[in-house]
């Protein structure tokens, strides 16, 4: 390999390996204002968008055993790298849906293999925020329902003494 080409190549190796996540999209019949439009909004999600060639991404995918991904490199391909996968998805979803492009292909979180359905899904879950308080509540739900009944039984203790102690208050 030519010495500008394994700059490259590790370049996108390096990219792949400090990214929670990759995801692989068709990026054909995109203009340069699209590419470079959508390259800012995914920025600000703390992902990156960059054009790859199959042949190099394949190298990548046999170093890490990612073998269900090959099947998805054909075309031109440009890789989504970073660390949210679900911001990610949201605004690859986001913004094909106004003009149909970038097709996501299929993706990559950790060793999973996503399929574009999957990296979809992933554009639906609710946010972050929302998705810990959710968490939060169903933990807290079953504490919450312990209280109520500790507290119903201290209040039968409380009335229970209080009528002793009427009984007690009118036999005097």
């Not at 470079?36 to 960059?50: C, E, F």
């Not at 996968?85 to 913004?95: D, G, I, N, R, S």
């Amino acid at each position: 390999m030519r010495p500008e080409k394994k700059a490259i190549f590790e370049e996108i190796s390096g990219h792949v390996k400090d990214s929670s996540f990759v995801l692989v999209a068709d990026y054909r019949g995109m203009k340069v204002e699209q590419f470079s439009d959508l390259r800012r909004q995914l920025r600000k999600s703390g992902a990156r968008m960059q054009v790859v060639k199959n042949r190099f991404l394949r190298l990548i995918t046999r170093d890490k055993t990612w073998t269900g991904l090959d099947a998805s490199l054909k075309g031109q391909s440009a890789i989504v790298t970073g660390t949210d996968v679900v911001q990610a998805a949201k605004t690859l979803k986001q913004f094909s849906s106004t003009g149909g492009l970038p097709v996501v292909k299929a993706g990559v979180m950790g060793d999973m293999i996503l399929s574009a359905a999957q990296v979809n899904e992933l554009a639906e879950l609710p946010p972050r925020e929302v998705l810990l308080g959710q968490v939060v509540g169903t933990v807290a739900a079953p504490l919450s329902r312990l209280v109520g009944v500790l507290k119903q039984k201290v209040s039968t203790i409380v009335y229970v003494l209080k009528a002793g102690e009427d009984k007690k208050n009118a036999t005097k």
